[in-house]
T-cell receptor
Framework: QQQVKQSPQSLIVQKGGISIINCAYENTAFDYFPWYQQFPGKGPALLIAIRPDVSEKKEGRFTISFNKSAKQFSLHIMDSQPGDSATYFCAARYGSSNTGKLIFGQGTTLQVKP | DTAVSQTPKYLVTQMGNDKSIKCEQNLGHDTMYWYKQDSKKFLKIMFSYNNKELIINETVPNRFSPKSPDKAHLNLHINSLELGDSAVYFC????????????FGQGTRLTVV
């Protein structure tokens, strides 16, 4: 119940295309959903985050769509660029703000071809 | 200035040895973490400290012992290293708890031979 299932495991997109990564969860106690981006040899970095009272959040080319009833959320990368090639992790918070923890999805390796 | 720095970046050691990984953050954050990333890139929380107090201790073997001498430092000591401990270990910090942005260090790639 504390799992977050992420798909696809890997994704290849042409430059200028739309990259879509999906995540699903079971535990309705999750209440904060960030996405992290990780480049090879680096630590993950926060990309964008959403709370379940909002159905969509957009920051530049990155959009999170959130479907509370379906317990699914997704990351859309518009006009994908080669520089977006990285591993993307969805996550969900379980527990209180101070004592809770982030449960990460399995990661999606995105390759954007020039 | 690196926000979250951890040393060493690479660590190769033999089974049975004891090793430490150091982490420092200069962001003034209250919360610090250790995460383990396995060979399939799966990230899992190991420990969380808030103001030097242990908050989260996942089902991690007793051979792993975190120590927080002050709010800016969280070190990880590992006793009797095993082959299965090989992974990338990330230190991270956040202003206050997991709902604030977590800043990760560059990771320590531990290889046990």
């Amino acid at each position: 119940q504390q799992q977050v299932k992420q798909s696809p495991q890997s994704l290849i997109v042409q430059k200028g295309g739309i990259s879509i990564i999906n995540c699903a969860y079971e535990n309705t106690a999750f209440d904060y959903f960030p996405w992290y981006q990780q480049f090879p040899g680096k630590g993950p970095a926060l990309l964008i985050a959403i709370r379940p009272d909002v159905s969509e959040k957009k920051e530049g080319r990155f959009t999170i769509s959130f479907n509370k009833s379906a317990k699914q959320f997704s990351l859309h990368i518009m006009d994908s660029q080669p520089g977006d090639s990285a591993t993307y992790f969805c996550a969900a918070r379980y527990g209180s703000s101070n004592t809770g923890k982030l449960i990460f999805g399995q990661g999606t390796t995105l390759q954007v071809k020039p | 200035d690196t926000a979250v720095s951890q040393t060493p970046k690479y660590l190769v050691t033999q089974m049975g040895n004891d090793k430490s990984i150091k982490c420092e953050q200069n962001l003034g954050h209250d919360t610090m973490y250790w995460y383990k990333q396995d060979s399939k890139k799966f990230l899992k929380i190991m420990f969380s400290y808030n103001n030097k107090e242990l908050i989260i201790n996942e089902t991690v073997p007793n051979r792993f012992s975190p120590k927080s001498p002050d709010k800016a430092h969280l070190n990880l000591h590992i006793n009797s290293l095993e082959l299965g401990d090989s992974a990338v270990y990330f230190c991270a910090s956040s202003l206050q708890g997991v709902s604030t942005e977590a800043f990760f260090g560059q990771g320590t790639r531990l290889t046990v031979v």
